[in-house]
């Protein structure tokens, strides 16, 4: 059972570049999501969908765009790469239809904008 | 709006010391808390969640809805508690994440 998995696991990108960031589930969870995690500033929501063909903007989606075509994957886009975009990326899912249903990370993604 | 406080970015204690690591909440719903922990090069895992009133680890938190908080306690700690501490409230859709605690415990 793999869970939540995220490739690539670093990147290096020069400023302008476009990259997109992987993240698949094999729970069958309806809800999945994107962070982002800087220091002392916590985990950050980029983007969320609560299901296939229904993605919603976090607190920080300014840079960013995603779709969900599948329920298993949740891609993370960076159209235009910045340095202020240099953070750790962390994909999460979750089944939705129980109370209290607990968030599943991957490992995350170290992304470096020079 | 929904919003986490984590007062402390650091905690630093010796093994076999009380440990609490403060979280308060704002919410005008019904609040859902969660407790998760990063180990040094792990990722995010749940520890605790309000409902269960579990003890995972030693931990507990409990939920007081009149001081909005739900704190994190341990009564000894050990050196494997040492880790990155976040307090997260479950709002309609999302999850709201606390600036985090980073948890020394000493020998």
């Known amino acids: 059972n793999a869970g939540v998995t995220q490739t690539p696991k670093f990147q290096v990108l020069k400023t302008g570049q476009s990259m997109t960031l992987q993240c698949a589930q094999d729970?069958?969870?309806?809800?999945m999501s994107w962070y982002r995690q800087d220091p002392g500033m916590g985990l950050r929501l980029i983007h969320y969908?609560?299901?296939?063909?229904?993605?919603d903007q976090g607190e920080v989606p300014n840079g960013y765009n995603v779709s969900r075509s599948t329920t298993e994957d949740f891609p993370l886009r960076l159209l235009s790469a910045a340095p202020s975009q240099t953070s750790v990326y962390f994909c999460?899912?979750?089944?939705?239809?129980?109370?209290?249903?607990?968030?599943?990370f991957g490992n995350g993604t170290r992304l470096t904008v020079t | 709006a929904q919003r986490v406080t984590q007062p402390e970015k650091l905690l630093s204690v010796f093994k076999g010391a009380p440990v609490e690591l403060k979280c308060n909440y704002s919410?005008?719903?019904?609040?859902?808390l969660f407790w998760y922990v990063q180990y040094s090069r792990q990722r995010l895992q749940l520890l605790l969640r309000?409902?269960s009133r579990e003890s995972i680890k030693g931990f507990t938190a409990d939920l007081n809805k009149g001081e909005t908080s739900f704190h994190l306690k341990k009564p000894f700690a050990q050196e494997e508690d040492s880790a990155m501490y976040y307090c997260?409230?479950?709002?309609?859709?999302?999850?709201?994440f606390g600036k985090g605690t980073m948890l020394l415990v000493s020998p």
């Open positions: 999460a899912s979750s089944y939705e239809g129980s109370y209290n249903s607990p968030l599943h």
């Open positions: 729970m069958n969870h309806e809800y």
């Open positions: 969908s609560v299901g296939a063909g229904i993605t």
């Open positions: 919410y005008s719903g019904s609040p859902e």
């Open positions: 309000h409902i």
């Open positions: 997260a409230l479950k709002g309609y859709s999302t999850l709201t």
